[in-house]
């Protein structure tokens, strides 16, 4: 068991870039989320799927942040244009019927 | 909505001493489950324990031990003859029952860093 994947785990950008974060979650694993921890606000639940479909995008700070899930193995957070603010770590996580979400290791993300 | 508060934003404690952290969440639910995250300084999240809202029972895991009061909707987290390497971010975490339309979706606290001084 792999566990959960995400890379990179260390993305260093500049202000305006395009980033885009990746997650492979637990085969088997029907839903998978999304979260980003700052200092300030602890860990937020940025978006979840079930099914590769999105369920709640609520958690959303703003369009420029927007994630997909094209098939049960796969996904992607795209932050577009990057603000310094956005300067955070960003969990990918899964889970299913059973007792708990399996995190990956994050995303340490920086934007200059 | 859904809260859970940690109001201990940083213990320290001397090895084999031991500590209880606290949380405390508010829910409209009914029926929810209740989970504690350990966060190392390597980052990842770790599972420590789910409990349903259900099942008031007291649980210990060798040197962890929980504490489940729905009366004063609490859910504290005891370490037992502390070690250095419990040295760590402890979250506490809420999530309604299991709808069908999806898994665990988790309100977390803002953590315990707990720190064990040898």
């Known amino acids: 068991d792999a566990g959960v994947i995400q890379s990179p785990r260390h993305e260093v950008t500049e202000m305006g870039q395009e980033v885009t974060l990746r997650c492979k979650p637990i085969s088997g694993h029907n839903s998978l989320f999304w979260y980003r921890q700052t200092m300030m606000r602890g860990l937020e639940l940025l978006i979840y799927?079930?099914?590769?479909?999105?369920?709640?995008d609520s958690g959303m700070p703003e369009d420029r942040f927007s994630a997909k899930m094209p098939n049960a193995s796969f996904s992607t957070l795209k932050i577009q244009p990057s603000e310094p603010r956005d300067s955070a770590v960003y969990f990918c996580?899964?889970?299913?019927?059973?007792?708990?979400?399996?995190f990956g290791s994050g995303t340490q993300l920086s934007v200059l | 909505a859904q809260k859970v508060t940690q109001a201990q934003t940083e213990i320290s404690v001397v090895e084999k001493e031991d500590v209880t952290l606290d949380c405390v969440y508010e829910t409209r639910d009914t029926t929810y489950y209740l989970f504690w995250y350990k966060q190392p300084p390597s980052g990842e999240l770790v599972f420590l324990i789910r409990r349903n809202s259900f099942d008031e029972q007291n649980e210990i895991s060798g040197r962890y031990s929980w504490n489940f009061q729905k009366s004063t909707s609490s859910f504290n987290f005891t370490i037992t003859a502390s070690q250095v390497v419990d040295s760590a971010v402890y979250f506490c975490?809420?999530?309604?029952?299991?709808?069908?339309?999806?898994?665990?979706?988790?309100?977390f606290g803002k953590g315990t860093k707990l720190s064990v001084i040898p």
């Open positions: 799927f079930n099914n590769n479909v999105p369920i709640d």
């Open positions: 996580a899964s889970g299913d019927r059973a007792e708990k979400l399996f």
């Open positions: 975490a809420l999530s309604e029952a299991y709808s069908g339309a999806g898994s665990y979706q988790l309100t």
